[in-house]
């Protein structure tokens, strides 16, 4: 089953328009993390922000803002006054413990492809 | 400067003929893994080391395999490499068991003919 839900394949938006990216997350742990990561055409992975199961609060870090809701199992993106720069493949990830004692797995959703036009 | 190293960055080859992809990170990571990256399936873990000589299979390891012999290093072995391993593919490493951020390689776009 997919843990990690980004149900949106393709946003498409005009410069200077918001946009909220959404993932929704499935565990049964207590202890996780999630994380968003960036992929711009040029196809590297770039970390944006990691969230732990137990910190709640909002994050914002100049355009980007993220909610977390556990009530939802959510963890929005929302990009503020959209860039050509941030068109780019944005990945929402969900670090958990394999079993008792183990590592962690990070599972990635399938990605959001967003495309801004200026 | 800290990063992941991953070569080459382009390959092409023939079903059947044994390649390596290496990958080195200079930031004294315990915790490497290595993801391909499919469209529409996003990036799925192929095998993952917790330390030297610990290693473990991700969700797709068949076709695959690792060695872990120094921290730094943390190599992918297609020994007998099919049309269907045509991918991208990322090694990554994080400082510790997937609680921080993982640093991720530049890529290498692998194509079996």
């Known amino acids: 089953a997919q843990k990690v839900t980004q149900a949106q394949t393709e946003i498409s938006v005009v410069e200077k328009e918001d946009v909220t990216l959404d993932c929704v997350y499935e565990?049964?742990?207590?202890?996780?993390?999630l994380f968003w990561y960036k992929q711009p055409p040029s196809g590297e992975l770039v970390f944006l922000i990691r969230?732990?199961?137990?910190?709640?609060q909002n994050e914002i870090s100049g355009r980007y803002s993220w909610n977390f809701q556990k009530s939802t199992s959510s963890f929005n993106f929302t990009i503020t006054a959209s860039q050509v720069v941030d068109s780019a493949v944005y990945f929402c990830?969900?670090?958990?413990?394999?079993?008792?004692?183990?590592?962690?797995?990070?599972?990635f959703g399938k990605g959001t492809s967003l495309l801004v036009t200026p | 400067e800290a990063q992941v190293t991953q070569n080459p960055r382009y390959l092409i080859t023939v079903t059947g003929k044994k390649l390596t992809v290496t990958c080195s990170q200079n930031?004294?990571?315990?915790?490497m893994s290595w993801y391909r990256q499919d469209p529409g399936l996003g990036l799925r873990q192929i095998y993952y080391?917790?330390?030297?000589?610990?290693?473990d299979k991700g969700d797709v390891p068949e076709g695959y395999k690792v060695s872990r012999k120094e921290k730094r290093n943390f190599p992918l072995i297609l020994e007998s490499p099919s049309p269907n391993q045509t991918s991208l593919y990322f090694c990554?490493?994080?400082?510790?068991?997937?609680?921080?951020?993982?640093?991720f390689g530049q890529g290498t776009r692998l194509t079996v003919v």
């Open positions: 969230r732990n199961s137990f910190d709640e």
């Open positions: 080391s917790m330390n030297v000589e610990v290693t």
């Open positions: 930031m004294n990571h315990e915790y």
């Open positions: 565990t049964r742990d207590t202890t996780y993390y």
């Open positions: 990830a969900l670090s958990e413990a394999l079993f008792i004692g183990s590592g962690y797995a990070l599972n």
């Open positions: 990554a490493s994080s400082r510790q068991q997937g609680n921080t951020e993982a640093f």
